[in-house]
Each structure stands twice: as structure tokens, then as C-alpha cells.
């Protein structure tokens, strides 16, 4: 089941691994459309991944980098990785310098993008099903539900949670997978991580060593019961 929810997590994380905080972007670089609905955005993400990842496995397997760039250009228009950090930040957000907080939201994103990069490899055409949208859209709180099935057919659910922008953009900031939303679970982590060494020591950890960093953190959280 692990290996499952890994896979299933490296394909819904695609919105969540962002290299750059989205407050660095310019106005021009962000391609949503006004009028996307966040069920329509997460089509296109699939669709994207489809086109530019599952078919391009032999070439990405032995580019690390292509693949990341792949991954920021389907999935960084659509993710407020300003507003999920602050999120994952939690009540450390409040006393983190506006420095601090943009230090830490290119860091953790770029140590998750390294980290479950490849797995987006295990990805194959048609195995995510994005479920049709009923209700009315919540501007600050809107899911989409697909279902990732795995190669030997496992059924995961994955969902996306959206809100809309000031600018009137429908952007995700959290993944929910099978139950487990990914912004609860490394608040949590970077919670414990804070409280032992210090908000600058964990960003200094992310931006030295990326991806390690981030494993030794789940490590150590496991170790204590966390998920």
C-alpha cells in the first residue's frame, strides 16, 4: 500500500512540487485563464502530463532536470505556492519574516520536486480519472476528486483543493490523498522541525541539502508516531 500512495503522491504532488514561490511570478508568466474552472484546470493538468510526461518516459528516465522543468511548466500556473507555504508554515507564518517565509517556500518546494520527481515515472496514460465537479464552487474552499489507478489496479483517491485568487484565478494549494492532506501532514513535520532547531536551521537544512532533508524530517516524525 505504501508503494501505492507513493505513486499516487507523485502524481497528485505535480501541484504541489513548485521550484519558486508564486508570488515571484510576473503577471504575464501565469497562463489560467479567468474563466477555468477548477475541474477544467485539473483536465488540463492531466492532459499535460499525458502529452509531456507518460510520453516521454524513455527520455526522462536518465534527465532528472528536464523532468522538473517538465513539472514547472504543467503545474506551477496553477498552484498558490504563496498561500500553501503559509499554510505549511502554520502559526510559525505569523512571527516568519517576509524573507523568511519566501526563503522557506522555494526550499520546500524545490526539496519536494527532487524528491518525487521520478516517481511521476511510474505515471501511465489514462490512470488518473478526474470525477465530474457536482455542487457550487466555494471560492475559498473548492475540491475536485479524481481517481489514480496504479499499474497492477489499485484505485487511489486523490483530491485537489482550490480557492480563487484576488486577481479571480482558480489556484490549488493542498492535496488530499486517500484522507491525508499533504498541507496538515508537513505542518505537522515542520512543525516539530521548528520546535527542536529553529525556523532558519530548517530553511538552511532545505536549501543545503534539498531532498535529504525533507526525508530525514519524515524519518524522524515517523519515528515519533506522526504519518
Known amino acids: 500500500m505504501l508503494r501505492h500512495l507513493a505513486i499516487a503522491t507523485a502524481i497528485a504532488l505535480g501541484s504541489v ?49 528536464k523532468l522538473v522543468s517538465l513539472i514547472n511548466q504543467i503545474f506551477k500556473p496553477h498552484f498558490d505556492t504563496d498561500w500553501a507555504s503559509i499554510l505549511v508554515l502554520g502559526m510559525h507564518a505569523r512571527e516568519a519574516t517576509p524573507d523568511q517565509r519566501s526563503r522557506f517556500a522555494k526550499a520546500f518546494y524545490s526539496s519536494l520536486t527532487n524528491r518525487y520527481a521520478e516517481g511521476l515515472l511510474s505515471y501511465s496514460k489514462g490512470s488518473v480519472k478526474v470525477l465530474p465537479f457536482n455542487g457550487e464552487l466555494n471560492d475559498k474552499y473548492t475540491v475536485v476528486k479524481t481517481l489514480v489507478t496504479t499499474d497492477d489496479k489499485k484505485q487511489i483517491a486523490v483530491n485537489y483543493v482550490f480557492h480563487k485568487t484576488a486577481n479571480g484565478e482558480w489556484m490549488a494549494y493542498d492535496v488530499i490523498i486517500e484522507g491525508i492532506s499533504y498541507i496538515t501532514n508537513y505542518r505537522n513535520q515542520v512543525d516539530a522541525e521548528i520546535k527542536k532547531e529553529g525556523l532558519d536551521k530548517l530553511i538552511l537544512d532545505l536549501e543545503t541539502q534539498g531532498d535529504k532533508a525533507l526525508q530525514q524530517m519524515d524519518q524522524e516524525n515517523k519515528g515519533n508516531g506522526a504519518k
Open 17 to 65: 512540487v513548485i521550484a519558486a514561490p508564486a508570488f515571484a511570478q510576473s503577471a504575464s508568466s501565469a497562463q489560467p485563464s479567468d474563466a477555468a474552472t477548477p475541474e477544467a484546470v485539473v483536465q488540463e493538468i492531466t492532459h499535460q502530463m499525458d502529452t509531456q510526461i507518460a510520453d516521454q518516459k524513455a527520455q526522462l528516465q536518465n534527465n532528472k532536470t
